[in-house]
């Protein structure tokens, strides 16, 4: 997935790293950042694991969350 000179390649993660840095960092900062290196990394595992991946609205769902697709399918 890394190929030299595609602009692409790294798209999701850029766009990943983006809303957790907006959404999470900037949040942790205010209160004082992170005590321990694995506060952080836990941090970024429930971000992914319980908003970004389950309720955030996706474009190629139809900007309809994984749940509710799966939902709506039930």
């Known amino acids: 997935m890394n190929h030299t ?3 692409y390649d790294k798209a999701f993660m850029e766009s990943l790293m983006s809303s957790y840095k907006r959404q ?3 949040l942790a900062q205010a209160d ?3 005590a321990t290196r694995a506060e952080g ?3 970024f595992f429930d ?3 319980t908003y970004y991946n389950r309720v955030r609205l996706h474009s190629a ?3 309809k969350s994984p749940v ?3 939902n709506q399918n039930d």
């Open 5 to 7: 000179g595609n602009p």
């Open 47 to 49: 971000y992914v694991e």
């Open 24 to 26: 999470c960092v900037a």
């Open 68 to 70: 509710d697709l799966e």
């Open 32 to 34: 004082g950042g992170y």
């Open 61 to 63: 769902l139809g900007y």
């Open 41 to 43: 990394i836990r941090d």
